[in-house]
Each structure stands twice: as C-alpha cells, then as structure tokens.
C-alpha cells in the first residue's frame, strides 16, 4: 500500500513547529539560569522530554516536506553497509543485519543525512517488532516500473500489521507505541522526506508475518536528466 503523507498543511505544520522550537528555547534557557543560581544539573527527564521537543519538532518539518535538503549522488551498498554497521552497535544483538543490494545497482539521488534518519526511524519500528529478536533485511534495487527510481526495503519478521493499522500507520501523530519519541510522527515524516525527494513510500504486512516498508527514490541518473 502506497503511503503519501494526507493533507500535509504545510503552513500549519511548519508553524507548530517554529513554536515549538521557541518553547523548547525558553525552556532550555529557564533550565540554564536555574543551574547558574545554584541548583542541581537538569534531571535526566527534563533533558530527555527536550529531545523528544526537538524530534518532533523536526518531524512535523519533515512531514510537511519543509526540510532543507542537499541531494547529492549515493552509491547504494556502500552506504547500506555503513548503515547496518551501525545498526550492529546500537540495535539489540539477537536481532541479525543483513545487506541485499542487486548487482549494477544505480547511485541514488538523495540527501544522505535524511535518508539515514528516515531509515533509522523505520529500524526503530522493526525493532519494536521484534523484541525477542529476528532478520531484518535492508534490500536496494532499481524499480522495475519505473526506472528513474531506485527502492530501498527494510524488511523484517516482526508480528506484523494488520490493514487497518497500515492504513493509518503514516498518518500523523499515530502510534501504537506507549513511549515513541516521535509522539507518533516517525513514518509520516518518513513518508514526507520521500514525497520532498521526488518519491514515495509504501507498506506492506501481514500479522505475524512481518512487515516491507519500501522507500522508492530517485536514482543520480534520472536527477540529471
């Protein structure tokens, strides 16, 4: 099922954002004086809801395809490599990285920095997928439909979701985690960063099967074109 974020409204969103981030300001500067006053360091709560203030700040831009990108040519394995080596020092051991990237694969034309946190954001749900561990596979290949993009799959063999939840999981502030950091914004400000791209993003689950979030993106020969 192909996901496009519904009625971005931008304006309203790169507002929220904005006083969001003035909040978040004042927030930080109220803390800093009371620490120059004497007080003990900001408790860990008050510096983790901050961060939560800033990934969602930064989400509801994304969602509203406001970012401020620099697309540049990426050659896909390299980059998928750097990433699941990553992945290998922070997602829990008993889940296994694989890399599947088909041969001659064209560069991609993205910005490197944002798809890194797009595919982070979709990690972040497979891992919630599968909390006793699993596969999780992250696949690039040129579209076979239209070959001016390239798709990146993540796929993992996570319970799975049923229709309803994958009709509304890029939907905003949808969630059906307790403790998300991005208050439900993640897979729309996914979905966002593929529209702003020149792409899209699509799911496909199935309970107790797994789930294949596909992001389909444009490759560095079609940007020249």
């Known amino acids: 099922m192909e996901m496009q974020p519904k009625n971005p409204a931008s304006d309203l969103a790169i507002g929220v954002s904005a006083a969001l981030r003035e909040l978040l300001a004042s927030m930080r500067t109220l803390l800093a004086n009371g620490n120059d006053a004497g007080s003990s360091r900001v408790p860990h709560r008050q510096v983790q809801a901050l961060r939560r203030g800033d990934a969602l700040a930064a989400a509801l831009v994304a969602y509203a395809r406001c970012q401020e990108l620099s697309p540049a040519s990426i050659e896909v394995l390299p980059f998928l490599s750097s990433f699941a080596n990553l992945l290998w020092h922070t997602l ?53 439909r239209d070959s001016r993009l390239l798709n990146l799959d993540v796929i993992d063999k996570g319970t799975g979701m049923s229709p309803d ?29 593929a529209a702003q791209s020149g792409g899209r993003m699509a799911i496909s689950s199935a309970v107790g099967q797994g789930t294949t979030i596909r992001l389909s993106l444009p490759t560095a020969a079609s940007a020249r074109s």
Request: aromatic content about 6%; proline content about 6%; hydrophobic content about 45%.
């Open 165 to 193: 939840v994958v009709e509304r999981a890029a939907s905003p502030f949808f969630t059906t985690q307790e403790d998300s950091p991005f208050s439900g914004m993640g897979l729309s400000a996914v979905a966002g960063f």
């Open 92 to 144: 829990d051991r008993r889940i296994v990285v694989t890399v599947d990237v088909e041969r001659d694969c064209p560069a991609l034309f993205v910005d490197a920095p944002a798809l890194e946190e797009a595919l982070t954001q979709i990690v972040r749900n497979a891992q919630s997928a599968m909390p006793h561990g699993g596969r999780l596979v992250l696949r690039g290949a040129l579209d076979r």
